[in-house]
């Protein structure tokens, strides 16, 4: 813990955790609204689905090309230039809305505006804190980022939640863009070292090759691939649609009740991110990613089985705490054992293997509840499995066992 302070005198980490936590808790409120617009005021929890497919689907084509971006440019200005598209995004969002034409078709295609800024967001923000912070700081470094980010996610909702019962939806996304705005000015005062390139003149699908071919022949890197892999194709559909169904269905809550259950889950990251603080983890990193994950599958079954609101806000919370503790690992592992020079383009092939699944993810839960499926079944369905693969997967790999 003696080395948190050190971090937090750093002007430079200061600069991009300002950022994120000012974004995150913008972002929070917009989520929790637009989410809420669809289901509620739309009534079209069955076309979810589609808004969800879209934002994935440019952030999974793209990804690779913003992974090689960050690794050419300032991580910071690919972060400011994102920021910045969003509030532009955010205010076209709110013209749309006062002229009556939101409609899903609108948000779906905004979604997938939102994707392709995301694909060039991501790699540059996971690649940043390598260039800004200690090397032996990097797990801390994480793990304050996770930490405080979730602070935002706790209260974005319930602000949200209570913005909504006072306010128009114009005038939630309206503020929301202005907090984007304050997100973007904090990252303009960030100092960067210069990205150094060994060849310049390389091309970008040379690079991007080479970023593949190095990801897949370091173990670690690859066990992560395909672990994270089978985790959101199996989770981040269930999750991401299941719980507006189950607070609007099982719980016949309104805006509020997914509010207090979404505040829940970036609690429980929150609580992951301070103990990962406090005791970062070490030792067989690889091998507690994956016994978390099986965890949280059965959690993620339990939950759509609940039809009690504090019952639900514990599950919620214990999913948060699940998630940060595999995420801070994951990162750290991947900043440990991957060439500063290819970080970005790891990172970008990382979460491409992870999130592009996540589309199929999708389109699989909307395919089954257009099926009448419920989603009583569905969530236990696919948490259940991703976690007999998981651990299938640890007990033949020995890197995963072994790791540190």
């Not at 989520?31 to 076309?47: C, D, F, I, R, S």
């Not at 034409?101 to 790699?123: K, R």
């Not at 303009?188 to 390389?202: C, H």
């Not at 690992?329 to 970008?348: E, N």
Request: with cysteine; hydrophobic share 55%; proline share 3%.
């Amino acid at each position: 813990m003696t080395e948190a302070p050190a971090l937090l005198r750093n002007r430079n980490f200061l600069l991009i955790w300002l950022t994120s936590i000012i974004s995150n808790f913008a972002l929070a409120i917009a989520m929790l609204a637009e989410t809420w617009y669809v289901v509620n005021h739309l009534g079209a929890k069955e076309q979810l689905g589609l808004v969800m497919i879209a934002g994935s689907v440019p952030r999974i084509v793209l990804m690779a090309v913003g992974g090689v971006v960050a690794d050419r440019m300032k991580r910071g200005r690919i972060i400011g230039a994102s920021l910045a598209i969003r509030v532009l995004l955010m205010f076209a969002l709110v013209a749309l809305l006062s002229a009556g034409l939101l409609d899903i078709w609108v948000l779906t295609a905004f979604a997938f505006l939102y994707g392709s800024v995301d694909a060039f967001f991501w790699p540059a923000s996971g690649a940043v804190l390598p260039s800004i912070v200690r090397h032996t700081d990097l797990t801390r470094a994480n793990s304050i980022m996770l930490t405080t980010n979730q602070i935002g996610l706790v209260f974005g909702p319930v602000v949200g939640g209570a913005m909504l019962a006072f306010l128009s939806y114009q005038g939630v996304f309206t503020l929301t863009g202005c907090l984007l705005a304050v997100g973007t000015a904090c990252v303009l005062f960030l100092r960067e070292p210069e990205v150094t390139r060994a060849d310049k003149s390389t091309q970008m699908l040379t690079e991007l090759k080479e970023g593949l071919k190095y990801a897949l022949n370091q173990p670690v890197l690859r066990a992560l691939m395909i672990v994270y892999a089978i985790a959101n194709l199996l989770f981040m559909g269930p999750l991401g649609l299941g719980i507006p169904i189950v607070a609007n269905d099982n719980l016949a809550g309104n805006a509020a009740t997914l509010s207090f259950m979404q505040s829940a889950f970036a609690t429980g990251m929150v609580t992951g991110g301070l103990l990962l603080t406090l005791y970062p983890p070490m030792k067989k990193r690889l091998l507690m990613i994956v016994i978390v994950i099986a965890l949280e599958g059965v959690v993620l079954g339990l939950q759509s089985h609940s039809h009690w609101l504090y019952l639900s806000v514990v599950l919620q919370f214990l999913l948060g705490l699940g998630v940060v503790s595999n995420n801070v690992p994951m990162m750290s592992l991947i900043q440990q054992y991957a060439d500063r020079d290819k970080l970005g383009r790891v990172m970008s092939l990382n979460t491409m293997a992870s999130m592009g699944l996540s589309p199929l993810s999708y389109a699989m839960v909307t395919g089954l509840l257009s099926l009448k499926v419920g989603i009583g079944w569905i969530m236990p369905l696919f948490g259940l499995t991703m976690a007999v693969l998981v651990l299938a997967m640890a007990a033949r790999s020995w890197t995963i066992r072994h790791i540190d």
